[in-house]
């Protein structure tokens, strides 16, 4: 229970990675709020969270809005009095070739994934400072960052800013003891993997890769915990990825 009495608020909670991190954050001993979109599934994910004991509430709002950020916030305190870590899990994704790419998909995926990812560790750091104390802030973000994946252009830009963006927000706050770090998951089995390439070639593929599986939203979950815990206070600017070893596949001589 390395997270008891932790208040947590996870964004883009309600399936996939963002609802393996809650559930693992709820584990560990936190009480969660969760934002997403999709309104009916995060309810299902709250009473999971519920079930394991743990308090959690879903606060409705879009984590894409700058202005909707500032209050998803403001009522996250309210319901759980304060919030000492942040997974921010906002994202939105299109593939398709470079030279069909059109420009309002591209804005869109960046502002779902980079700006969004602004706006919220914004809102959640201002309350943190504000309060005093420290906190936790863990960026969701892809190997897709290092790696050029074709038909991603936007999606590869907007993980790869983000990063960034996390480093230099780890730099700012600093000195308020506020850890700012990313996970970078690699290939992660979720409803939206399915909805891209298909149940059977997921199934197909994934014993192929180095470590004889898929990743899970768990194996995210778990590595949140850990940044978001006591064990990682010495841990900041930092990107840990969980990939199983996709990213060393070519090294491996297969």
């Known amino acids: ?22 559930l693992e954050l709820a584990r560990a001993g936190a009480d969660v709020v969760l934002n997403d979109r999709e309104r009916t599934v995060a309810e299902a ?15 409705a709002g879009d984590a894409f809005e700058h202005a909707s950020c500032a209050t998803i916030v403001r009522e ?6 304060r919030i000492d870590i942040l997974v921010s899990n906002p994202a939105f994704s299109r593939r398709e070739d470079f030279l ?12 779902g994934t980079l700006t969004g990812g602004f706006s919220m560790s914004q809102a959640v750091a201002r309350h943190m400072v504000e309060r005093g104390g420290g906190g936790k802030i863990v960026f969701i973000s892809s ?35 506020i850890n700012v770090n990313v996970i970078e998951p690699g290939w ?3 409803p939206g993997e399915h ?19 898929m990743g899970t939203p768990f194996d995210i979950g778990r590595a949140a915990v850990f940044l978001a815990s006591d064990d990682a206070d010495y841990i900041t600017g930092s990107t840990l990825t969980v990939d199983g070893g996709l990213l060393l596949r070519d090294a491996l001589g297969e």
Request: hydrophobic share 40%; net charge positive.
């Open 1 to 22: 229970m390395k997270l008891l009495g932790k208040k947590a608020l996870v964004t883009g909670g309600a399936q996939g990675i963002g609802r393996g991190c809650a």
């Open 45 to 59: 994910v709250v009473q999971e969270i519920q079930g394991l004991g743990r308090k959690a509430v879903l606060v």
């Open 76 to 81: 996250a305190v309210a319901a759980l009095g």
């Open 100 to 111: 069909k790419y059109d420009i309002e998909t591209f804005e869109k995926v960046l502002k």
């Open 143 to 177: 190997i897709h960052a290092q790696r050029p994946y074709a038909r991603s252009v936007a999606y590869n830009a907007a993980k790869s800013g983000l990063n960034h963006l996390a480093r230099t927000i780890a730099v700012e706050l600093i000195g308020h003891r």
């Open 188 to 190: 992660i089995d979720t």
């Open 195 to 213: 909805r891209t390439f298909g149940s059977e070639f997921i199934e197909k593929t994934g014993p192929t890769l180095p470590w004889g599986r």
